[in-house]
């Protein structure tokens, strides 16, 4: 990537932006796929933060309104917050890998992404964005009064996008989400071999990077190839080596992957299939993955937005849901409301009077995120969304 080649980086992270050294190596594909690259979302009010929202760039829950090339261009014009493979920082390194992937093969991503993964394993529902808004839920976010509407049925996802988003950017159904996360149970086949499933699942951060991750993987979580991980038991929903994700408008969807009675039954559902394993079986396992809300099914019904890499489910009504409620899992999605792009408080980064401190200074225990970033108490929670499951997904 040309614009690229020669990044600068910060003497500090929080360091004006002109006060720069010279890059020590080359940023590579595996520091995007483990967001060591030095490009990300950068939790404290720095000038580099204040740089990426006034520039568009700062990760928010909505795909950025720019071709993928105008995106890296701004990345790529402000220099590193760390040494590549120094530090850690969410989400940004994914959006810069798309656009890599794009060039580096010729096709749109979308064309790569139904090549290499949703053809194969018969995800016929997942794609970026979707004509058929009348199939989407309504998203939405915690603000002072309540609920606030995110993004409605006809809004973002309802027309294919300039930026095809590798990060967040595809709309999904349960079946087909279920699909993704039993291939990989099984072992990967036919997209990945079991080898690559353990390779993208193993934690490969230090110690100190993953104490910099820490407000966003969580005590007891770390993160592999461009997925969180669990590394020790820190909750009692928690198991070493279970992967997944808590998506950014308040979807979640993990697995332990290992091959199961009860995940033989979902893969069955998720293939239209019937399952002989009674529901108080299933229920119990979907509760550990993927977290599901389902209304009325009818025709047509069924798709949610798959965020950060097709995960999980929430409310399922177009009207705002009464109140905000624990999903299934057993805890409440990150929302990963960062600040707007056009500027302005909007629960991220967290407020001053939050009691648990911002990065870096999270006191050990102190649980992942706070009611800021959309995790229960103290300032809100954040909430998840499905449709009906529809007939046949």
């Known amino acids: 990537m040309p614009e690229a080649a020669s990044p600068r980086v910060l003497v500090a992270p929080d360091a004006p932006l002109d006060r720069t050294t010279e890059v020590q190596r080359p940023i590579t594909i595996r520091h995007l796929l483990t967001l060591t690259c030095g490009w990300g979302a950068v939790l404290e009010g720095t000038p580099l933060q204040a740089a990426m929202m006034e520039r568009g760039v700062y990760p928010g829950p909505l795909t950025p309104q720019m071709s993928g090339d105008e995106f890296v261009a701004r990345v790529a014009g402000l220099p590193l917050a760390f040494q590549p493979g120094e530090g850690w920082l969410y989400d940004t390194g994914i959006d810069v890998l798309g656009v890599l992937l794009a ?96 390779l993208m699942t193993a934690d490969a951060l230090t110690d100190a990077q993953r104490r910099q991750a820490l407000p966003i993987v969580g005590p007891g979580g770390s993160w592999g190839l461009a997925t969180g991980v669990d590394v020790e038991a820190a909750e ?119 009691p648990r401190p911002a990065w870096p200074r999270r006191p050990a225990g102190a649980g992942r995120g706070c009611g800021c ?11 998840g969304r499905v449709t009906s499951p529809g007939r046949g997904g």
């Open 103 to 198: 060039r580096a093969t010729g096709k749109p991503l979308s064309d790569l992404l139904a090549e290499r993964i949703t053809g194969p394993l018969g995800m016929a529902s997942t794609s970026f964005g979707t004509p058929d808004a009348g199939r989407l839920a309504t998203a939405y976010q915690p603000g002072p009064g309540g609920l606030e509407v995110l993004d409605p049925p006809d809004g973002v996802f309802a027309d294919p996008p300039g930026f095809e988003e590798l990060s967040s950017g595809l709309v999904s159904t349960a079946p087909d989400v279920l699909r993704f996360f039993c291939a990989m149970a099984d072992g990967g086949g036919p997209v990945l071999t079991a080898d690559s499933v353990a």
């Open 236 to 354: 009692p929903w928690m198991a070493p080596g279970r992967w997944g994700w808590d998506g950014g408008t308040g979807t979640t969807a993990l697995t332990a992957g290992v091959r199961t009675r009860e995940t033989g039954a979902l893969h069955a559902l998720a293939r239209g299939g019937e399952s002989r394993v009674p529901p108080a079986i299933v229920a119990p396992r979907l509760a550990r993955g993927t977290s599901t809300n389902s209304g009325s099914p009818g025709p047509g019904a069924g798709i949610t937005r798959a965020r950060r890499a097709a995960r999980g489910a929430g409310p399922t009504s177009s009207a705002a849901p009464a109140a905000p409620r624990r999903p299934l899992g057993g805890r409440t999605p990150w929302s990963r409301r960062m600040p707007a792009r056009t500027g302005g408080h909007s629960g991220w980064p967290p407020r001053a009077s939050c």
């Open 373 to 383: 970033w959309g995790w229960g108490p103290p300032h809100g929670t954040g909430v």
